[in-house]
């Protein structure tokens, strides 16, 4: 690994301060959990490194009615998991996060630095497009809000300029009748998603026709991806298991699969129909649930 000189700043603004000063040469470390295998590679090779993982000012999970929930960057995903608050209101986070890793990783990487990764097998960034989040993105003395559908460029980049962090993630109080579900495919609990769906429906409470659907698939294409064409095959219909199947065809055809070791573009494509009718139909008992 090539050297580095290394910053642990206290307070976001000592972060901004730094990441301002040394822009394209610094780079952030969280967790480190994604950071540091590719610096190992020498595929990547900062100058600086601002470590962020002790400001604990960006730790916290909060939630009110009406503004929603309301995520530090830096908190760990064992903390949401786990999290009483985000159990009752927002279980389809906390079972995302239970199958995340292992409870080692969990207790150590952070939503910030999984997100700001650009992964596209991420688990969360698809379930917070299905819950229609935004991100909080901060540089000295100035913030922007994004949401979390635009965020992700390309494989493994993200829309943050050289001096800004991400401080925050805002998850709304879905509507009501709102049900959300995340189903990935892995060969063993825990494993990164060889494909992955998350699906968001809202019911009419007058009728039960379905009012609005949110689909986002995870490993499906460079970036989370989501599927506005298999969305559109429920908005304004009665849900039917022959309608969430249409939805899982359309969204296999929306999605960009490639191969990999762990699987070929087309048996991803064929995932993405399953997958995607699974999140559905648990999305939909949420939803009619209440
Ligand atoms: C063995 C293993 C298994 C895993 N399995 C899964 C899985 O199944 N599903 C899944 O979704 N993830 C998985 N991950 C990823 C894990 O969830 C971590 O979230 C992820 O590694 C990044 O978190 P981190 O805090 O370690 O970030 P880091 O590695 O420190 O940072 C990652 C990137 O984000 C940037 N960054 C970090 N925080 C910020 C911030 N606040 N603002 C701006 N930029 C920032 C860094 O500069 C870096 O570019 C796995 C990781 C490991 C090691």
């Known amino acids: ?22 822009e394209e040469e610094a780079e952030i470390i969280a967790g480190g959990q994604s950071l540091l295998v590719i610096m190992r590679q020498g595929l990547f090779t900062p100058k600086y490194l601002i470590d962020v993982k002790g400001i604990s000012a960006l730790d916290y999970i909060n939630r009110d009615e009406g503004k929603g929930l309301r995520i530090g960057a830096l908190t760990i995903h064992r903390a949401i998991e786990k999290s009483p608050i985000i159990q009752r209101h927002f279980k389809v986070l906390s079972e995302m996060e239970g199958n995340l890793a292992t409870i080692q990783t969990r207790n150590w990487g952070t939503i910030g630095g999984n997100l700001c990764h650009g992964d596209p097998a991420g688990d969360p960034a698809p379930v917070f497009i299905a819950l229609m989040a935004k991100l909080k993105l901060a540089s000295l003395g100035q913030e922007r809000i994004m949401e979390v559908e635009e965020f992700s460029k390309d494989y493994l980049e993200v829309a943050l300029e050289p001096n800004e962090m991400l401080v925050e993630i805002q ?57 506005r064409e298999a969305e559109r095959q429920l908005i304004g219909k009665v849900l ?21 070791v762990h699987g070929s573009a087309e048996y991803r494509r064929e995932m993405v129909k399953v997958f ?15």
């Open 276 to 290: 995607v009718r699974r999140a559905a139909r648990k999305a939909l008992e949420r939803a009619r649930a209440g």
């Open 171 to 227: 998850v709304p109080t879905p509507p009501p009748n709102t049900g959300t579900a995340y189903e990935k495919l892995t060969v063993m609990k825990g494993d990164m998603g060889i494909v992955g769906a998350a699906v968001s429906i809202t019911l009419s409470s007058e009728d039960g026709v379905c009012k609005d659907a949110r689909i986002a698939l995870s490993n499906a294409s460079s970036i989370p991806l989501r599927v």
């Open 240 to 260: 039917n298991d022959d309608l969430l199947a249409e939805a899982g065809q359309v969204a296999s055809e929306e999605a960009e699969t490639t191969s990999d």
């Open 1 to 22: 690994m090539r050297e580095f000189e290394y910053f642990a700043p206290k307070t976001v603004k000592e972060a901004l301060s730094l990441l301002s000063q040394y």
